[in-house]
Every structure is written in structure tokens, then in C-alpha cells.
């Protein structure tokens, strides 16, 4: 095993993947309980991203497609054609697509290794060559995703160590979860905070408790206090107070859909703490991968936001728990909000760093364009 394996089995794990067989660490039980859960199908993995067994843009993509991936492994036999085993996943992936709308790396994922049975199908004598293809790119994906975030982490920390022109150590606001929990491994927005207590220029980390699903004190918390980093939790109503006394130097947050001018639907909460930010004059950044943009959507108008169940606000632990709410009262729950470019500093992507440069847009489309003609893409 070379270094990189050494340093990626030191990584949380909420997806464990072999051969055929897939575990999700259920993470509605964190932080009191670490239990794994079996997948054995696509099913399995609809149910398990839409009750949010596993959250997460990049780790809902890797479990749907693993998922599948589990499904067609074990497969006893299928009598059928090249093209009806393409046709066989297409449909199972749509089906998987529709367990939540608004993160785009589902979508992604699934146009992905569908374009990819079917130009196989088209050359394939048997069935099994299609399986086969589909199972190996699952697979890449959840391996490529730790690099990935990786190379987020690393761009978003030297980023961020720039624009400190007074060179004093940083003290960082997160929301969500955007870490190992909710990739296959070290995480977005978290990665860079990650990135920057390894560098040694992480003074703290501030983590919201991103009411209604607690994701930031559940499990943000859980992975700060895992990795010993600095950290300290807020209500989400303490925010723009913990930004006027003056301690917080940057905001960053992950995304479930960038759209090509920037606009960025992200965990319900995020549009308000780039508000505060701007009125405090402090940088607010996005980190997440190419695979969470969506440069066929012209803005965020376009993006459908999921609405969840009321049971998570009339009820603690994410609706898991006792009501806590007065019975009979109407509740709208949407689970993600657009913050719009203009209030974004900049986006961090495993590809580098994208700038507005003094205009009220990013041309996303423009930066993919640049890294698809660089040989490293
Ligand atoms: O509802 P969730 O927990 O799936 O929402 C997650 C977020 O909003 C994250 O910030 C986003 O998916 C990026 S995860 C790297």
C-alpha cells in the first residue's frame, strides 16, 4: 500500500465498499452510536439516501451508484442483451435519482455511468461487460472522490492563507456537514478547514448546529473533536454575533448545486450567513467539486429545493426524537437555500480557484472550459 492508502485508512469512513458488499455507518445515530448498515440493492440505497442513513451531495452520488453497483454484483442471472443490461441500469439509476432533487452529483453520477453502459453495450458481445463496467466506474468514483477533496483542501488552504495579508492564524465559520461523513473521505468545506490545521494556520473552527438536522452538531462536531482540531459549536442565531466580535476571518460552506453564474444552493441557513458575512466584510467562500456544479442551469431560479418532513422541526433530533413544537402549527422546511453569487467570494474546486473578478457573476462555464483543455483534466 503506498503512502496515500496509509494516509486515507487514517480517514472516518461512512461508506465501506468490497467487492460486492456495502455498509453505510448510519449517521442519523451519531454522534451516541456508530452502527453500520447493510445495502444490498438499489432500494436499499434509495431508502438510505432519502431518510439520510447518508447525507451529503458527494456521498449520496458514491452510495447510489455503489448501491447499484452491489445490486448487479450479486445478480444470479440475467437473460438479456448488452442493451437490456444497459436499459436495466438506466432505469434503476433514474429510480435512484428521485430519492432527492437538489444535489446535482446525484444526477451527475447517474448520466455519467449511463453514457458509459451504453457506449459499452454498443460493443459488448454479453451482458456481464456492461455489469462489469458499470461496477469498476462505482468503484473509481468513490476512490477518486478522497483526491478530489484532497487537492479542495489544499487549493482552499493556500487560498485562504493569501487573502490573511496580516499573516495571524485563521479562524474559520463552517455550516452543515461537508466532511468525511458526507464524502467518501476528508471532505469539502471541511477538507480546507482540515488543510489548514494541518498547515498549522488554523487558530479555530466555529461549526453551526444547522437546525433542523443537526448535521453541524452531530456530526461536524464529531469530526472536529475526532481529528483534535480546534473547534467550537454555535446555535445558528449566534452567527452574526460571533462574526461583530470579531472573530471569524472566513466563511466556508460546501454546495449541492453551483449553477454557471455561480449562484450556489447549499444546506438551508447558508444564504443568511453570506449576509452576514458581507455586512461584516468578511470572505465567504464555497468549496465543492466540479461534480457539484451544473453549468446546464444559466442560475440558481432554475434549482428545485427539496422540502422535508415537518417531524424535523416539530420534533427534536431531526424529527427522530420527542415534540418539541406546539401541536396543530404549520411548518415549512426547506432543506437547502441559493446564495447568490454576488455574495460569494470565491469557489474552491479540486481544479483551483475560481474568482469573480470584480464582477457580480463566475464564469464557471468559462473556468471548465480552461481545465478541460489542460492535459491534467
Ligand atoms: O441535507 P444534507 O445533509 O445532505 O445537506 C448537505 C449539505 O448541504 C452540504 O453542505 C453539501 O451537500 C456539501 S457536502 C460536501
Same mark, same amino acid.
Given at each position: 500500500?503506498?503512502?496515500?492508502?496509509?494516509?486515507?485508512?487514517?480517514?472516518?469512513?461512512?461508506?465501506?465498499?468490497?467487492?460486492?458488499?456495502?455498509?453505510?455507518?448510519?449517521?442519523?445515530?451519531?454522534? +451516541?452510536?456508530?452502527?453500520?448498515?447493510?445495502?444490498?440493492?438499489?432500494?436499499?440505497?434509495?431508502?438510505?439516501?432519502?431518510?439520510?442513513?447518508?447525507?451529503?451531495?458527494?456521498?449520496? =452520488?458514491?452510495?447510489?451508484?455503489?448501491?447499484?453497483?452491489?445490486?448487479?454484483?450479486?445478480?444470479?442471472?440475467?437473460?438479456?442483451?448488452?442493451?437490456?443490461?444497459?436499459?436495466?441500469?438506466?432505469?434503476?439509476?433514474?429510480?435512484?435519482?428521485?430519492?432527492?432533487?437538489?444535489? #446535482?452529483?446525484?444526477?451527475?453520477?447517474?448520466?455519467?455511468?449511463?453514457?458509459?453502459?451504453?457506449?459499452?453495450?454498443?460493443?459488448?458481445?454479453? =451482458?456481464?461487460?456492461?455489469?462489469?463496467?458499470?461496477?469498476?466506474?462505482?468503484?473509481?468514483?468513490?476512490?477518486?472522490?478522497?483526491?478530489?477533496?484532497?487537492?479542495?483542501?489544499?487549493?482552499?488552504?493556500?487560498?485562504?492563507?493569501?487573502?490573511?495579508?496580516?499573516?495571524?492564524?485563521?479562524?474559520?465559520?463552517?455550516?452543515?456537514?461537508?466532511?468525511?461523513? =458526507?464524502?467518501?473521505?476528508?471532505?469539502?468545506?471541511?477538507?480546507?478547514?482540515?488543510?489548514?490545521?494541518?498547515?498549522?494556520?488554523?487558530?479555530?473552527?466555529?461549526?453551526?448546529?444547522?437546525?433542523?438536522?443537526?448535521?453541524?452538531?452531530? +456530526?461536524?462536531?464529531?469530526?472536529?473533536?475526532?481529528?483534535?482540531?480546534?473547534?467550537?459549536?454555535?446555535?445558528?442565531?449566534?452567527?452574526?454575533?460571533?462574526?461583530?466580535?470579531?472573530? #471569524?476571518?472566513?466563511?466556508?460552506?460546501? =454546495?449541492?448545486? #453551483?449553477?454557471?453564474?455561480?449562484?450556489?444552493?447549499?444546506?438551508?441557513?447558508?444564504?443568511?450567513?453570506?449576509?452576514?458575512?458581507?455586512?461584516?466584510?468578511?470572505?465567504?467562500?464555497?468549496?465543492?467539486?466540479?461534480?457539484?456544479?451544473?453549468?446546464?442551469?444559466?442560475?440558481?431560479?432554475?434549482?428545485?429545493?427539496?422540502?422535508?418532513?415537518?417531524?424535523?422541526?416539530?420534533?427534536?433530533?431531526?424529527?427522530?426524537?420527542?415534540?418539541?413544537?406546539?401541536?396543530?402549527?404549520?411548518?415549512?422546511?426547506?432543506?437547502?437555500?441559493?446564495?447568490?453569487?454576488?455574495?460569494?467570494?470565491?469557489?474552491?474546486?479540486?481544479?483551483? #480557484?475560481?474568482?469573480?473578478?470584480?464582477?457580480?457573476?463566475?464564469?464557471?462555464?468559462?473556468?471548465?472550459?480552461?481545465?478541460?483543455?489542460?492535459?491534467?483534466?
Amino acid at each position: 500500500m503506498g503512502t496515500d492508502g496509509v494516509e486515507q485508512d487514517k480517514l472516518l469512513r461512512s461508506i465501506r465498499y468490497k467487492d460486492g458488499s456495502l455498509q453505510l455507518l448510519d449517521q442519523r445515530k451519531l454522534p +451516541l452510536e456508530t452502527t453500520y448498515v447493510d445495502i444490498r440493492d438499489s432500494k436499499d440505497g434509495w431508502a438510505a439516501i432519502s431518510e439520510m442513513v447518508v447525507r451529503g451531495a458527494p456521498a449520496i =452520488a458514491i452510495t447510489a451508484s455503489l448501491s447499484l453497483a452491489v445490486e448487479i454484483s450479486n445478480l444470479r442471472t440475467f437473460n438479456g442483451t448488452p442493451s437490456d443490461a444497459a436499459l436495466f441500469i438506466s432505469n434503476k439509476l433514474d429510480y435512484l435519482v428521485s430519492s432527492r432533487p437538489t444535489a #446535482v452529483n446525484l444526477s451527475d453520477a447517474a448520466t455519467k455511468l449511463k453514457e458509459l453502459v451504453q457506449k459499452v453495450a454498443a460493443n459488448a458481445s454479453e =451482458a456481464q461487460a456492461v455489469f462489469q463496467a458499470c461496477i469498476e466506474a462505482a468503484e473509481i468514483m468513490l476512490e477518486d472522490d478522497v483526491a478530489s477533496n484532497k487537492a479542495i483542501g489544499h487549493f482552499g488552504a493556500r487560498f485562504l492563507q493569501k487573502q490573511q495579508t496580516d499573516r495571524r492564524k485563521i479562524s474559520v465559520l463552517t455550516h452543515c456537514n461537508t466532511g468525511s461523513l =458526507a464524502t467518501a473521505g476528508y471532505g469539502t468545506a471541511l477538507g480546507v478547514i482540515r488543510s489548514l490545521h494541518e498547515t498549522g494556520v488554523l487558530e479555530r473552527a466555529y461549526c453551526t448546529e444547522t437546525r433542523p438536522f443537526n448535521q453541524g452538531s452531530r +456530526l461536524t462536531a464529531f469530526e472536529l473533536v475526532h481529528d483534535n482540531i480546534p473547534a467550537t459549536l454555535i446555535a445558528d442565531s449566534a452567527a452574526a454575533a460571533l462574526m461583530k466580535a470579531g472573530r #471569524v476571518d472566513a466563511v466556508i460552506v460546501g =454546495a449541492d448545486r #453551483v449553477a454557471a453564474n455561480g449562484d450556489t444552493a447549499n444546506k438551508i441557513g447558508t444564504y443568511s450567513l453570506a449576509l452576514s458575512a458581507l455586512h461584516h466584510g468578511i470572505p465567504f467562500y464555497v468549496a465543492a467539486p466540479l461534480t457539484s456544479i451544473d453549468s446546464s442551469i444559466s442560475s440558481g431560479e432554475e434549482i428545485v429545493i427539496e422540502e422535508r418532513s415537518a417531524k424535523e422541526l416539530l420534533r427534536t433530533h431531526g424529527g427522530m426524537g420527542e415534540q418539541v413544537a406546539a401541536s396543530g402549527i404549520s411548518v415549512w422546511n426547506p432543506a437547502f437555500d441559493v446564495t447568490p453569487a454576488t455574495v460569494i467570494s470565491a469557489i474552491v474546486t479540486e481544479k483551483g #480557484v475560481i474568482t469573480r473578478e470584480g464582477t457580480d457573476s463566475f464564469d464557471i462555464r468559462g473556468f471548465i472550459e480552461k481545465v478541460a483543455a489542460s492535459s491534467s483534466y
